[in-house]
Nanobody, 124 residues
């Protein structure tokens, strides 16, 4: 069982930056693939980024590639999402998720554990 708690969301102007954090408890994150997803009002939850357990392999949605960076600190049991050059279309609730298996998976239903989400709002 893994409990995930996101933080770091907020209101930022277009072109600005935010860093989201996701602290895990109940189990070490080193054994999980970790992902970030987002959901805007009226839209489906979509993949943003993921990182495989104990490896440096990462994957990003095309819409955030080059602007967002996912990283993990297994010693702190925390995963991060650094978001730069933010755009109004990045506005959404951002969720972190954990799934068992050493693969990158972009499907939300593959991930067994989810945080409660943190709101990111980018103003134009």
């Amino acid at each position: 069982q893994v409990e995930l708690v996101e933080s770091g969301g907020g209101l930022v102007q277009a072109g600005g930056s935010l860093r989201l954090s996701c602290a895990a408890s109940g189990s070490t994150i080193s054994t999980y693939t970790l992902g970030w997803f987002r959901q805007a009002p009226g839209k489906e939850r979509e993949f943003v980024a993921a990182t495989i357990r104990n490896h440096s392999t990462t994957s990003y949605a095309e819409s955030v590639k080059g602007r967002f960076t996912i990283s993990r600190d297994n010693a702190k049991n925390t995963v991060y999402l650094q978001m730069n050059i933010l755009k109004p279309e990045d506005t959404a609730v951002y969720y972190c998720a954990a799934g068992r298996g050493a693969i990158i998976n972009t499907a939300p239903n593959w991930y067994a554990y989810w945080g409660q989400g943190t709101q990111v709002t980018v103003s134009s």
